[in-house]
């Protein structure tokens, strides 16, 4: 079974195979707004492949795990950083006001964008990507959020490709991204 592996493995590294996008449907629409207060949707991104990664500022760990990595391939991808996109789409839209996400991505790269909005357009875009999200009660009035950990790899035209792996070298990633150009 290992062998056959490999050698599959070998076929879509020579073809460039890669599995059939998922046209049933992760993914869609949404009218948002940035860090800057801006309105920001999936059209803007029209023409750009890009990465989708739902969280919220409070995460102790997967978050900012997660947005260091998307960083450093930023960093790494160089000039071609700008036709790409990274998105961070907050699923505690009643804490992450733009300002505070502004000043969470501070930290980050800066081709990151930082996305909320009201209640019902998240609650629309974590339905339209089947994330998973859900208000978990810590002491007092405090709650954190389980959420899903995928990054989504969208092409220009919006369309869900596959999850995007982040735990390989930043050169694999570009190169994967690359294609989607
Ligand atoms: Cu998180």
């Given at each position: 079974?290992?062998?056959?592996?490999?050698?599959l493995?070998?076929?879509?590294?020579?073809?460039?195979?890669?599995?059939?996008?998922?046209?049933?449907?992760?993914?869609?629409?949404?009218?948002?707004?940035?860090?800057n207060?801006?309105?920001?949707?999936?059209?803007?991104?029209?023409?750009?492949p890009?990465?989708?990664?739902?969280?919220f500022?409070?995460?102790?760990?997967?978050?900012?795990?997660?947005?260091?990595?998307?960083?450093?391939?930023?960093r790494?991808?160089?000039?071609?950083a700008?036709?790409?996109?990274?998105?961070?789409?907050?699923?505690?839209?009643?804490?992450?006001?733009?300002?505070?996400?502004?000043d969470?991505?501070?930290?980050?790269?800066?081709?990151?964008?930082?996305?909320?909005?009201?209640?019902?357009a998240?609650?629309?875009?974590?339905?339209?990507?089947?994330?998973?999200?859900?208000?978990?009660?810590?002491?007092?009035?405090?709650?954190?959020?389980?959420?899903?950990?995928?990054?989504?790899?969208?092409?220009?035209?919006?369309?869900?490709?596959?999850?995007?792996?982040?735990?390989?070298?930043?050169?694999?990633?570009?190169?994967?991204?690359?294609?989607?150009?």
């Amino acid at each position: 079974m290992a062998g056959l592996l490999l050698f599959l493995g070998g076929i879509f590294a020579v073809t460039g195979y890669s599995p059939t996008p998922h046209p049933a449907a992760i993914g869609g629409p949404f009218r948002l707004v940035d860090q800057n207060d801006k309105p920001f949707g999936d059209q803007d991104m029209k023409g750009k492949p890009y990465l989708v990664f739902f969280g919220f500022t409070h995460c102790p760990d997967i978050c900012p795990t997660t947005l260091f990595e998307m960083s450093q391939l930023m960093r790494k991808l160089g000039p071609d950083a700008d036709r790409v996109g990274a998105l961070f789409i907050t699923v505690d839209p009643g804490r992450d006001t733009p300002a505070l996400i502004k000043d969470y991505l501070a930290s980050f790269d800066p081709h990151l964008r930082g996305l909320t909005g009201d209640q019902a357009a998240i609650d629309q875009a974590i339905k339209d990507y089947r994330v998973y999200a859900k208000k978990v009660p810590l002491q007092g009035s405090d709650y954190t959020m389980d959420h899903t950990a995928i990054v989504y790899l969208m092409d220009k035209d919006g369309q869900f490709i596959a999850p995007f792996d982040l735990q390989r070298s930043a050169d694999a990633e570009a190169t994967e991204l690359r294609r989607y150009m």
